[in-house]
């Protein structure tokens, strides 16, 4: 069953720029997905489009049995609670601590009290910070902060977690600790994960499916790919 079908999808932006050519892709529901290419290729675009940042000039989007395309603004949350965000720069809140940034994400949505503990103590458990809950983000490493992120994108259970460049700011040995984590999210909880990345070492480590973008335009799709320099 494909948790994400995208149809004839083009993406021109109003400087007359088309990021996305006619793009047909379909994802099914528990795949752990790296999305490569080189600059320019529409990784960015492609992402924004899945969580509706922005919006396709033409072509169809369905995500999660949502038409992201045809979605009012008013709505857009209906289709966020659905995904897990985590992005390259952590975007932690650096006035709160640790345990108060991963149970944000399910105040906004008015969760009980008793039900965030739960589920916040549980995330932080997963990505190995159950002992840092009363740090702040300035007392935490890079990797640490990027898994406080990864905690706080599934705390309310995603259906799909998109991880846009989540170790373009750590050094090898933690980007790999920081991908074996969203591995394991992926394995134990079923949850669809898209990783867009450049770096070659993991994606060939992993060897997961792998969607090769050039100059916006699907140029390979693999179900277990490797970094594969010809098409980037």
């Not at 379909?26 to 922005?54: C, H």
């Not at 074996?180 to 867009?196: D, F, M, Q, R, S």
């Not at 090769?212 to 594969?228: P, Q, S």
Request: charged content about 25%; glycine content about 8%; hydrophobic content about 35%.
């Amino acid at each position: 069953m494909d948790i994400i079908r995208l149809k004839n999808v083009k993406k021109q932006y109003k400087n007359g720029t088309t990021a996305l050519y006619d793009l047909n892709l379909n994802i099914e529901k528990g795949s752990f997905v790296f999305i490569i290419g080189g600059s320019g290729s529409g990784k960015s675009t492609l992402m924004k489009l899945l969580y509706r940042e922005e919006k396709p000039t033409s072509g169809q989007i369905i995500v999660g049995g949502i038409n992201v395309a045809k979605l009012r603004n008013s709505k857009v949350y209906k289709l966020r609670r659905k995904l897990g965000i985590v992005f390259q720069d952590y975007r932690l809140l650096p006035k709160l601590t640790v345990y108060e940034n991963v149970a944000f994400a399910m105040e906004v949505i008015g969760a009980k009290k008793q039900e965030i503990r739960v589920k916040v103590l549980k995330s932080l458990e997963i990505v190995g910070l159950k002992s840092k809950i009363h740090n702040y983000p300035n007392q935490l490493s890079g990797g640490e902060q990027q898994r406080v992120a990864i905690a706080r994108a599934i705390v309310n259970n995603p259906k799909m977690l998109i991880c846009d460049e989540p170790t373009g700011n750590l050094d090898p040995e933690m980007s790999m600790e920081v991908m074996k984590i969203i591995e394991k999210i992926n394995e134990e909880w079923g949850t669809t994960v898209l990783v867009v990345t450049h770096d070659k070492e993991i994606v060939n480590k992993l060897k997961k499916q792998v969607i090769t973008l050039k100059e916006g335009r699907l140029v390979n799709n693999k179900a277990k790919g490797t970094y594969d320099n010809e098409n980037t």
